[in-house]
Antibody, heavy 121, light 113 residues
Framework: EVKLLESGGGLVQPGGSLRLSCAASGFTFTDFYMSWIRQPPGKAPEWLDVIRNKANGFTTEYNPSVKGRFTISRDNTQNILYLQMNTLRTEDTAIYYC????????????WGQGVMVTVSS | DIVMTQSPSSLAVSAGETVTLNCKSSQNLLYSGNQKNYLAWYQQKPGQSPKLLIYWASTRQSGVPDRFIGSGSGTDFTLTITTVQAEDLAIYYCQQYYDTPFTFGSGTKLEMK
């Protein structure tokens, strides 16, 4: 059974940093693209980034809205996906989901339960 | 960025009805190299994560009931739900994965009459 479990959310002040983790299980982690997607309360989801699979060199792409502030990475020995978030702004307040992509694509077939990040003074 | 526009924003239905949700993209999502439309539909129930229903515009994800039907090509897409059931009440989002940043529509909320 595919499982994705996010952790690391919480309250942070504007300008602060936070690192989210997503523990993956139930599938061969290195075979799949992984993404972070966020959803502000009451709004539509926003795709943030993707880290591709081993066959595609674990390359990354970012939404310009977070490029330069957020970094996606993966620990392929422990099957953990990370999102390092720096210089956080109030508009970064949202539920953050990690999601698995269909083989070779960024369509998210499994999502975690999400973790809340609140940026406020 | 590719802009995804969904209509209507909300829809009130009765159980057993057939409903049609619309999604329009600002750019063509049909890739000529493989003749596939890079368009997905998700369902999100209150307090839950989004769930993939349809990808490649018309391919049903494993386990999704066949009353969910995706269609369309290019820039205009439709999700049809035949014989709506109470459990289908949710917000439905379309998403393009043709080009980064992959973008979602603002959603259609399906409510009970």
């Amino acid at each position: 059974e595919v499982k994705l479990l996010e952790s690391g959310g919480g309250l942070v002040q504007p300008g602060g940093s936070l690192r989210l983790s997503c523990a993956a299980s139930g599938f061969t982690f290195t075979d799949f693209y992984m993404s972070w997607i966020r959803q502000p309360p009451g709004k539509a989801p926003e795709w943030l980034d993707v880290i591709r699979n081993k066959a595609n060199g674990f390359t990354t792409e970012y939404n310009p809205s977070v490029k330069g502030r957020f970094t996606i990475s993966r620990d392929n020995t422990q099957n953990i996906l990370y999102l390092q978030m720096n210089t956080l702004r109030t508009e970064d307040t949202a539920i953050y989901y990690c999601a698995r992509g269909l083989p070779g694509y960024s369509v998210s077939d499994y999502w975690g339960q999400g973790v809340m990040v609140t940026v406020s003074s | 960025d590719i802009v995804m526009t969904q209509s209507p924003s909300s829809l009130a239905v009765s159980a057993g009805e057939t409903v049609t949700l619309n999604c329009k993209s600002s750019q063509n999502l049909l890739y000529s190299g493989n003749q596939k439309n890079y368009l997905a539909w998700y369902q999100q129930k209150p307090g839950q994560s989004p769930k993939l229903l349809i990808y490649w515009a018309s391919t049903r994800q494993s386990g999704v009931p066949d009353r969910f039907i995706g269609s369309g090509s290019g820039t205009d897409f439709t999700l049809t739900i035949t014989t709506v059931q109470a459990e289908d009440l949710a917000i439905y989002y379309c998403q393009q994965y043709y080009d980064t940043p992959f973008t979602f529509g603002s959603g259609t909320k399906l409510e009970m009459k």
